[in-house]
């Protein structure tokens, strides 16, 4: 199984950004996929899931300002990032479940699979 985020950089506060994840080893169809964020001495805090259905949920810190997407053909995993703020700046993590309907869905222990991360600054 592999998870690899893409699209990790540098950007302005009030900038775009978007990062990909793309997914391979297993059944990507079958699963939920979440984005999760980490900044040094803090736990991963899951921001947005996204069910093969394609339900979504969003944490409040970002509602309104990021949008997740998936692609059922290609077996990526979309976190499009808008009105950046200083403190989106993290370790930016794609994660898959095999179950995420309820509000676990928010903590890590619900995943099983993990990517590397993709690291995003923000410069004010």
């Known amino acids: 199984v592999q998870l690899v985020e893409s699209g990790g950089d540098s950007v302005q506060a009030g900038g775009s950004l978007r990062l990909s994840c793309a997914a391979s080893g297993y059944t990507y169809n079958d699963y939920c996929m979440g984005w999760f964020r980490q900044t040094p001495g803090e736990e991963r805090e899951g921001i947005v899931s996204i069910h093969s259905d394609g339900v979504t949920t969003y944490a409040p810190s970002v509602k309104g300002r990021f949008t997740i997407s998936r692609d059922a053909n290609k077996h990526e995993l979309y976190l499009q990032m808008s009105t950046v703020l200083p403190e989106d700046a993290a370790i930016y993590y794609c994660?898959?479940?095999?179950?995420?309907?309820?509000?676990?869905?928010?903590?890590?222990?619900?995943?099983?699979?993990w990517g590397q991360g993709a690291q995003v600054t923000v410069s004010s």
């Open positions: 994660a898959a479940a095999r179950n995420c309907y309820s509000e676990d869905w928010r903590f890590s222990s619900t995943y099983d699979f």
